[in-house]
Nanobody
């Protein structure tokens, strides 16, 4: 199982970024996908989850209405569209999934929101 995030960067407050998570080594369309983040000096925070078919999504209150999770099962890729970014969204963002009872997480992509 491999998960590879991309799309992070430096953005001004109020800006947008779209993160991608390319998956391989498992049947992507069979598993839910998560996005989690870790801010400097803090623990992991769950951000959002999408079910295997893409029809059901849930969000942390801190990002609800600003972030949108999606997936393309034909491309084995999950996405996180982040709008109206705030400085408190600064973190390393990871995609993760539990495959056959084992949790996997990518290496992460840095998102920095600053003027």
């Amino acid at each position: 199982v491999q998960l590879q995030e991309s799309g992070g960067g430096l953005v001004q407050p109020g800006g947008s970024l779209r993160l991608s998570c390319a998956a391989s080594g498992f049947t992507f369309s069979n598993y839910a996908m998560d996005w989690v983040r870790q801010a400097p000096g803090k623990g992991l925070e769950w951000v959002s989850t999408i079910n295997s078919g893409g029809g059901r999504t849930i969000y942390a209150d801190s990002v609800k209405g600003r972030f949108t999770i999606s997936r393309d099962n034909a491309k084995s890729t999950a996405y996180l569209q982040m709008n109206t970014l705030k400085p408190e969204d600064t973190a390393v963002y990871y995609c993760s999934s539990r495959v056959a009872g084992v949790g996997y997480r990518g290496q992460g992509t840095q998102v920095t929101v600053s003027s």
